[in-house]
């Protein structure tokens, strides 16, 4: 009986830290996601949110480019919030909306996402989020830290995977 007591404290244990490792929550912590929220499904209002994705995408590739760990993302992109928030509503403006917009960093509930063949479990990720007006429409989501799915190509939005790269480059491929 005291053996069997053993066995099962250590089979627990083990299983513990399995569960531990295997987690999301560390996994997770790597990346900083972006979320940019639509006002509603209308077709004019989910156009319009890939203005502005965009034109934040394209404030941010060089502020992302120049970080080398996603805190250091976080800060740069918190103090640009203001930015972000400007230069969305600055498009909805241009397009005829004047529901404006906002921008924060938080915690944000993710579905499982490949992006060029790197995927990200689903589970709580840090997030940059932008709401359109109600923000109550289909989104928009990719990852900017590290920037998979953005950077600057000749004045032109290139969508790329960092991670991607660096495996093709490490295999040769």
Known sequence: ?????????????????????????EQNSEYLRVHIRADSNEPA?????????????QLLTPTVAACETKQEAIG?????????????????EQNGYFYGARASIRKEEFPTRVYDGVTLEAGVYDALIVELGSGKGDNWWCVVYPPLCFSSGGGNIVYRSKIAEIIRGFFGK
């Open 1 to 25: 009986m005291k053996k069997f007591l053993v066995c099962l404290v250590i089979i627990g244990a083990i299983a513990g830290i399995a569960f531990a490792f295997c987690g999301t929550n």
């Open 76 to 92: 740069q992109i918190g103090a640009r919030l203001q930015d972000i928030e400007r230069t969305a509503e600055a498009v909805l």
């Open 45 to 57: 209002a989910q156009a319009v949110k890939y203005k502005v994705r965009d034109a934040v995408v």
